[in-house]
Structure formats: structure tokens, C-alpha cells
């Protein structure tokens, strides 16, 4: 679909680019003016552009931003998308102004750095900050042009045409599994309604600036359900938390390549593979020896979603464990208001102290939860805090299917092994999440296809194609649909017991302090002392 669609001018407009950013950097100690004009050029090709990719995005869409009508999620009229625009132009005009003012600064600077053969320190660090303020002021262009040529839409129809292709595409694997397609085809639509709700609630303008995602609606709308009028029974049959989510993390594992994590080198490895271990048996054993949380599952799911990734870390953790659903759903409800507040209490507390981009960037990327709060806290600090916030947080992404392995393991050798009963090897086999197996195996072959284009052509038809085009956006769906599931399948009667003393929050919260305190320390040693050549590439 994509690769069968790459843009026509692909090779030539890459070859050209390439050749101009060469001659820049043998030109001068640092990235001109031209090199960026170049790169940006180069990044405009993009494989979703093509009309597959259009449609596809269209399809898999989701409801839009909106902030006093909920109704424009779904449709906005050529009338009101042209007064959005108008709303914007002023402010569009105000940017393209400032632009071509920081560019011609950008200019001069970087002239007088030339003229001086760019051997003075002074001359090509100025241009360098003129650069930088260009940059962003172009940034800031792009943005307001958004506002300033505002489209019409109108997604009910795929509304209609996608959940009866979930429908179809999971009833079909549910027949494989050994259920009814009947009963779980009347039951999706009910689960995919809570989902709609879900988006169009994320979407609303003021929760999108909190950070009062899809996950915690979904779950909130589906808990409110079932512990009022109850989850209706025919709907059961398609209240599949672990097939959605399982699905879900095969394709983030797409998203995971091996290029992009080499690519941030020694340092981001150390902070994501080494920080993360230690924080989670740490946190394990403070809940058992200090706390004394009763239920052992319950205090590993909850250490290994406050310190590897979140909700898909819990996932696996709690499968390899055998957790009950209900600590489950615990682990990531605390995961999700803690996230909430991080992403934005984090980047705001980041730029008070004047704290260096990457060196945030790289805090938050170890630390909070999820990989879009994650993004979305990296972009308010800048390009390199958002790049190593992400690259980090994908790293970590890696270490879901190695801790759901060591989980099982040790619950089968230690946790679960009665005296005198020795455990057979295969338990480990029948614990360990087969999906992860999907996880890695979507990995290696994404990577794999990667080197073979590379990085060029890879982000244009990976990254930029098969990527954001089509994969992060159904994923986005079934996660959408697992966290409904979740709260759809959650009693809170049950729930209760497991708050008793407030001990999971005292975990959580003395687990998510020493993540924060080893993080930021790691990633200052290994970004600032150990490796800042690497930094400085950056």
C-alpha cells in the first residue's frame, strides 16, 4: 500500500538534498542555514501523501479537537472551517513576519561567521543561536498555518465503515480462539461506542491541554457503566481487554527500530536499560519488605508500569504474573493520573530551572509513563528534547518482552513453587505472553526493512508511510478499545479492598520518586560527563 506509493520524485529529490547538506557540512563547523532549508525539503516527501494513504487515514481517523461544540469532532461545514481560517490568518501573517525577520538575522550572523573562515568561536556560536531562533520561529509558521487553512470533514461515514471492519477482523480471530463470531459481532459495537466517547472527550480543547487523554475516559466511561447499570450481557462476549491490547502492542512494535535506537548511542541505552531494572526490583522490594503490600502481583504490575512503559508494561507483567483484573486496572488508573500530571508539571518545572533541553528530554523520557505524553511533554521544550525524550522512551519500549520473560520466570521458580514440588521448565513457556513474541517479531522485521532502504527512504515510507499512514492509528483504536474493556470488566466492590492503607499509592509514589532522582542522575552523567560528544551531535 505504501511501498507501491512512494512519491515520484523520491530518488532525485533525496540525491539532490543529500549533496547540498554534504557541501554544507565540509562548508562549515555547523548546520547552516542551506542545510536545514535541505533537510526540510527532503522531509516534505512523505508516503502517506499518496491517495492509499490519504484514504487510510482517513478511515482509521479519529474524532477531531474541538472546544464548545462536540459535534465539530465529527463534522465541520466549508462555512465554519473558512471563519476558523480567517481567525487564524492574522496570526499566520504575524509568524511568516517574524520568520523573515530571524531569517535575515540568521543570515547576517552566519555570513560574519564565514568571513571569518569560521574560526572564531565567538561569530559561529552567534550564528548558531540565530539559527536556533530561526528555527523555531519556522516552527511556529508551520503551526499557525494549520489554524489559517483550516479544511472541512466530515468522518461519520468511516465511523460507520471502521468498527464493522474490527468487528469482522477480531470476530474472526475470536472464531480461531474457539468463541462465538455472532456473539461478539453484536457485542463490538457497544465496546466501540465507549471508545468513540472516549476520543471525543480527549479531544475536547481543555482536556487536550491537561493531558486528560483517551485511556482515562475510556476507562472512566466504561467503569461508570458497569458499576451503575451494569455492562449489558450480550455485550460481553467482545469485552476482550487482553486480544485488544495484545493486538495493540504487536504493532508499537513496529514502531520500534533498531536504527533510531543506535542512532542516540551509549547514553540513552544506559538511562533506559540500566535506570529502569533497578527501579523495578527496587520498587518490588520495598513494596514487599517495607509496605508489605499483600498481593505480590499487584506490587509487581504496579513496579513495572510506574517503571518500564506504562499500561503496556502492565499488560505483560500482569499476564506473566496471572494478576487478577482488578489490579489490572488499578496499576493503570494510578499510571494514568500520574502521567497526566507529570507531562505537563515536568516540562514547566524544566524550563524554570533552566535545565539543559536534552538533558530534560532524556528525564522525561525515562520517567513518565506513556509514549504520546511522552512526546507531547518533549515538543513544549523543543526538537531535541521531543527527539530524545521519544528515541529514550522507545528504547525502554524494548524491555516489555525481556521483563515480561524474567516475571514469568520468577514467579514459576520463587513465588508460585511449593516445597518439595519442583516446577517444570514448560510452566515458564505456558506464563511467558505470546504476544510479545509478535512484539519483537514486528521489531526486528520493521528494523530489518529499515537498514535494507536506509534511513531516507525508511522514514519516508516506514516512518512516514506504513507508520503514522496506518499502524498508529488502528493501534491507537485498540488500546482505545482494551481500556474500555477494562473499565466495561471492573467491579469496584472488588476494587476496594486492594486501596486498603493506601498502599499502592504509597508505592507508586515513593517508586516514581527514585525513578525521578536515578533518571535525571544517569542521564547528566551519561549525556553531560561520560559521552557530551555525543550530546553535542545531538
Not at 536506509?454 to 493501534?475: A, E, F, H, S
Not at 482494551?482 to 499509592?505: C, H
Request: aromatic share 12%; with cysteine.
Amino acid at each position: 500500500m505504501f511501498f507501491n506509493n512512494a512519491p515520484d520524485d523520491m530518488e532525485s529529490t533525496i540525491a539532490e538534498t543529500n549533496t547540498a547538506m554534504l557541501t554544507e557540512e565540509d562548508r562549515a563547523p555547523f548546520k547552516t542555514i542551506a542545510w536545514y532549508q535541505a533537510e526540510t525539503h527532503k522531509n516534505k516527501l512523505k508516503a502517506l501523501n499518496c491517495q492509499t494513504g490519504k484514504f487510510l487515514q482517513k478511515f482509521t481517523g479519529k474524532p477531531h479537537r474541538w472546544k464548545n461544540n462536540p459535534l465539530e469532532a465529527f463534522y465541520l461545514s466549508e462555512e465554519a472551517a473558512a471563519a476558523r481560517s480567517a481567525l487564524g490568518v492574522a496570526k499566520y501573517d504575524a509568524a511568516k513576519d517574524k520568520a523573515a525577520t530571524a531569517l535575515a538575522v540568521a543570515r547576517a550572523t552566519e555570513a560574519a561567521a564565514e568571513a571569518a573562515g569560521f574560526k572564531n568561536e565567538t561569530l559561529n556560536a552567534d550564528a548558531q543561536t540565530s539559527i536556533s531562533v530561526w528555527l523555531a520561529a519556522t516552527s511556529a509558521i508551520s503551526k499557525a498555518k494549520k489554524k489559517a487553512n483550516v479544511v472541512p470533514f466530515n468522518i461519520l461515514p468511516n465511523l460507520i465503515g471502521l468498527p464493522v471492519f474490527l468487528a469482522l477482523l477480531f470476530g474472526i480471530g475470536t472464531v480461531v480462539m474457539g468463541g462465538s463470531f455472532g456473539a461478539f459481532f453484536r457485542g463490538f459495537f457497544f465496546v466501540f461506542f465507549i471508545a468513540v466517547l472516549a476520543y471525543i472527550f480527549s479531544s475536547q480543547a481543555t482536556m487536550k491541554a491537561y493531558g486528560i487523554g483517551y485511556a482515562a475516559w475510556a476507562i472512566a466511561f466504561g467503569l461508570l457503566i458497569s458499576n451503575t447499570v451494569g455492562t449489558p450481557r450480550w455485550a460481553k462476549p467482545a469485552v476482550q481487554t487482553e486480544f485488544y491490547i495484545k493486538t495493540g502492542l504487536v504493532l508499537l512494535g513496529a514502531e520500534i527500530l533498531f536504527s533510531k535506537i543506535l542512532a542516540i548511542g551509549v547514553p540513552g541505552i544506559f538511562v533506559a536499560w540500566v535506570v529502569t531494572p533497578i527501579v523495578l526490583v527496587t520498587t518490588y522490594i520495598f513494596g514487599q519488605k517495607v509496605i508489605k503490600i499483600p498481593s505480590k502481583t499487584l506490587n509487581i504490575t504496579i513496579s513495572a508500569d510506574m517503571s518500564v512503559c506504562g499500561v503496556s508494561a502492565a499488560i505483560a507483567t500482569a499476564s506473566a504474573c496471572r494478576a487478577k483484573k482488578e489490579e489490572l486496572t488499578l496499576a493503570v488508573g494510578m499510571s494514568l493520573v500520574f502521567t497526566s500530571i507529570m507531562m505537563i508539571v515536568m516540562p514547566a518545572f524544566i524550563k524554570a530551572v533552566g535545565m539543559p533541553e536534552i538533558l530534560g528530554g532524556a528525564w522525561m523520557g525515562g520517567t513518565i509513563d506513556a509514549t504520546g505524553a511522552v512526546a507531547a511533554a518533549g515538543a513544549f521544550l523543543g526538537e531535541k528534547a521531543l527527539y530524545t525524550a521519544a528515541t529514550i522512551k522507545m528504547i525502554q519500549n524494548v524491555l516489555i518482552g525481556i521483563i515480561a520473560f524474567f516475571v514469568a520466570w520468577f514467579w514459576v521458580v520463587k513465588v508460585d513453587r511449593q516445597a518439595d514440588h519442583k516446577v517444570p521448565a514448560s510452566e515458564i513457556w505456558t506464563r511467558f505472553p505470546k504476544f510479545v513474541i509478535g512484539f519483537i517479531g514486528a521489531s526486528i522485521i520493521f528494523s530489518l526493512i529499515y537498514g535494507s532502504l536506509g534511513p531516507d527512504k525508511g522514514y519516508i515510507l516506514i516512518d512516514q508511510g506504513v507508520i503514522k499512514g496506518l499502524t498508529k492509528n488502528l493501534r491507537g483504536w485498540f488500546f482505545c478499545l482494551a481500556f474500555a474493556s477494562i473499565g466495561l470488566a471492573t467491579d469496584f466492590r472488588e476494587l476496594k479492598s486492594y486501596f486498603k492503607g493506601g498502599k499502592p499509592l504509597i508505592l507508586y509514589v515513593c517508586g516514581q520518586s527514585f525513578n525521578l532522582a536515578l533518571t535525571l542522575t544517569m542521564a547528566y552523567i551519561m549525556f553531560y560527563k561520560i559521552f557530551p560528544h555525543i550530546t553535542a551531535r545531538i
